[in-house]
């Protein structure tokens, strides 16, 4: 005869609740072969939520126990609870009863990954492990080294050899877990190791300053060439003469010969041509106006 559990107060996972909720979870009845069974093809059937309900309360003590392991990556029990409890409900709905297995070997697997997708999201700010060897690396590694000193080159083919991964991705995954994640700003102002810290004693590479120099450096390179199309080609040919050259730029008496005038008529014509590009350079960095507001009707 099939029994309909009682729901018991105590079933949330805030704070000040944890053991409360624990013993509530252990106190619902574990189902026999034949109650898991009936329950189940209620459920696949006929759709019966109270069914699935029930097969979800009899296994909420396995979620618990399985969370109970990864508490040793620092993250909240009751977070890993929760995960745990989501990947239970998966299993629940994907269960097919006339495989002849019980639930909870069923999932156990569920359960499983949805706590490792929740450790992995969580243990650090960078993910660690994305591809299917980093995650096995990731959840294995520490409990297969033998001590705490870096695997030896032997270790590494041992775990290589056992987890069917390759030897230098066993050497990455030790590199990445006995990292750590550095603030940006430390607390301690005396910290140099917090990039905030050496960004600001070298404020030129500071990506900000970079992007700035460079959009500067363009809007000065156009206004320049705007202003030099707009002499005529004596003019421009002085400018670049004796203002655009690297090194060894022209004389005054250089261009004096080239043009077959005197060196005091080329210092006039360079002032004027400079005077001529200050004024076109000053119109096109100069803020636009606000146009004025359409008179009302």
């Not at 979870?25 to 699935?52: C, K, M, T, Y």
């Not at 069917?164 to 607390?187: I, N, W, Y």
């Not at 005529?232 to 043009?259: C, M, Q, Y």
Request: overall charge neutral; some cysteine; aromatic content about 6%.
């Amino acid at each position: 005869m099939e029994r309909t559990m009682a729901l018991p107060m105590t079933t949330s996972l805030t704070a000040g609740s944890l053991e409360a909720y624990i013993q509530s979870v252990s106190r619902f009845p574990i189902l026999s072969a034949e109650e898991e069974q009936a329950l189940a093809r209620r459920f696949r059937e006929h759709e019966d939520l109270d069914a699935a309900r029930d097969l979800v309360l009899s296994h909420l003590r396995l979620v618990v126990a399985v969370a109970r392991g990864y508490l040793g990556y620092g993250l909240p029990h009751a977070d890993l609870i929760q995960e745990g409890n989501i990947g239970l409900m998966k299993a629940v709905k994907r269960f097919d009863p006339q495989r002849g297995v019980r639930l909870v070997s069923f999932a156990i697997h569920w359960i499983k990954a949805e706590i490792h997708e929740y450790v992995l999201r969580n243990w650090r700010l960078v993910k660690v492990a994305t591809t299917k060897a980093q995650r096995k690396l990731f959840f294995n590694l520490r409990s297969m080294k033998r001590g705490l000193a870096p695997l030896s080159a032997e270790e590494i083919g041992r775990v290589a050899a056992e987890l069917k991964v390759k030897p230098e991705e066993v050497v990455e995954m030790e590199t990445r877990l006995t990292g750590h994640d550095v603030a940006f700003e430390a607390d301690d102002e005396e910290d140099a190791y917090a990039p905030a810290q050496y960004l600001r004693a070298d404020a030129g590479t500071e990506p900000s300053r970079v992007i700035e120099t460079e959009e500067n450096e363009r809007a000065q390179s156009a206004g320049l060439q705007k202003a030099l199309c707009a002499l005529d080609p004596r003019s421009r040919r002085i400018i670049e003469a004796r203002w655009l050259k690297e090194k060894d730029g022209a004389t005054l008496h250089d261009l004096a010969a080239e043009f077959k005038v005197s060196a005091e008529r080329i210092r006039q014509i360079e002032a004027k041509a400079l005077e001529k590009m200050r004024k076109v350079i000053a119109v096109q960095d100069a803020p636009r106006r606000a146009l004025p507001a359409p008179a009302a009707a």
